[in-house]
């Protein structure tokens, strides 16, 4: 860790991370990692101009779909977030047949179905441990990946 961080002793700190929600309200949340320069505009912009902005609330797989791509999932058995991921980064990673990450969180408020995604991982060949460690990366702090199990209950 000293190799990598210039201070080490701050990482275990890490363990005790909480959303900036938690702590001060919050009006608007841009999701990302990064995140995307036209959702940054189109929310300065509507800030300015006093109106709601404009953003998408669908899955990736729509924004592979508007893009003309073929499902990483379903043509290569790539394991792919893209089902229960926010759409917004353009579907970067599906462009270089990688499958998504996750790094927009869950693209429904309500909860993604992570049971139905684990099912498809699983018919792809997925072991549990896998499929675990996509569930727990980048959303592993949203409420809806929380101490989630294979079959995406809690």
């Known amino acids: 860790m000293r190799v990598v961080y210039a201070q080490p002793a701050y990482i275990q700190t890490l363990g005790q991370s909480t959303a900036i929600a938690e702590h001060v309200q919050v009006d608007f949340e841009l999701r990302g990692c990064p995140i995307n320069k036209a959702q940054l505009l189109e929310l300065l912009n509507a800030l300015l101009n006093g109106r709601r902005p404009n953003l998408s609330s669908h899955s990736l797989c729509f924004e592979c779909k508007q893009a003309g791509r073929v499902c990483v999932m379903v043509a290569q058995g790539t394991a792919c977030l ?63 990946f929380q101490n989630l199990t294979l079959e995406g209950k809690s």
């Open 82 to 144: 893209g089902p229960i991921t926010q759409a917004g980064c353009g579907a970067i990673c599906p462009a270089y047949q990688r499958g998504c990450y996750g790094c927009f969180g869950p693209a429904d408020s309500t909860g993604p179905n992570l049971a139905a995604l684990g099912q498809a991982l699983w018919a792809h060949g997925c072991t549990e441990a896998e499929i675990q460690r996509l569930y727990h990366s980048f959303n592993a702090g949203t409420p809806a």
